[in-house]
C-alpha cells in the first residue's frame, strides 16, 4: 500500500482508491481555485450553430472496448423559420448488436413532440442507452425544412 503524501506541514493529503480492483491508492486531485475534488466524466459535447439543413454528424462517440450505459441529452434553437418540420435523431447499436434509431421526443413551443416547426427552444428528453462494443453513437437532425436553426448535443457515459 502507497503512503499519501506528505504537505509543508507533515500532514498527509488524500488518497483514493482505483475503482478497477478496489485496492490500488490513487492520488486524488482538487481545482486550485475552487479547492472542488476533480472528477473525470466519460463526457463529449457537440454543437452547431446557423445551420440551414441537416446535419448527419452533430456529434459522434466511439463506445470503448466494452459495453457501456450512456445518457444523450440534447436541444436545439430555430432562429428563422419559413416551412417543414426537422427532427432530432440519434443512432447506435445496442447491446445484443442490434442497430438502433430513435427519434428524440420533447418540448417544443407548440407542445411536447418531435418536430421542430417554427421559431423557438426545443429540450430534448434524455434518453438512456445500452451500446455495444466498439460501435458509434451519433446525433443527427433530419427532415425537410427551410430554417435556421442552433443544436446542442451530449453524450455522458454513465456505466
Known amino acids: 500500500m502507497a503512503d499519501a503524501k506528505r504537505d509543508a ?5 488524500l488518497l483514493g482508491v482505483s475503482s478497477a480492483d478496489g485496492t490500488t491508492p490513487t492520488l486524488v486531485y482538487a481545482d486550485p481555485t475552487t479547492h472542488r475534488l476533480l472528477v473525470d466524466t466519460a463526457r463529449s459535447s457537440g454543437s452547431a450553430t446557423g445551420q440551414t439543413g441537416t446535419n448527419a454528424n452533430v456529434l459522434t462517440v466511439t463506445v470503448g472496448s466494452a459495453d457501456a450505459s450512456y445518457w444523450v441529452g440534447v436541444s436545439s434553437t430555430c432562429t428563422a423559420y419559413t416551412s417543414g418540420s426537422m427532427q432530432i435523431q440519434l443512432a447506435y447499436t445496442d447491446e445484443t448488436n ?3 434509431t430513435a427519434t428524440i421526443q420533447g418540448h417544443f413551443t407548440s407542445g411536447y413532440g418531435i418536430n421542430i416547426s417554427g421559431t ?4 430534448g428528453q434524455i ?7 466498439a460501435t458509434n453513437i451519433v446525433v443527427s437532425t433530419i427532415g425537410t425544412f ?6 446542442y448535443a451530449t453524450i455522458t457515459k454513465v456505466s
Open 127 to 133: 434518453l438512456h442507452i445500452r451500446t455495444k462494443a
Open 98 to 100: 442490434t442497430a438502433r
Open 9 to 13: 506541514n507533515f500532514v498527509p493529503t
Open 120 to 123: 423557438g427552444a426545443f429540450e
Open 146 to 151: 427551410a430554417m435556421t436553426y442552433d443544436i
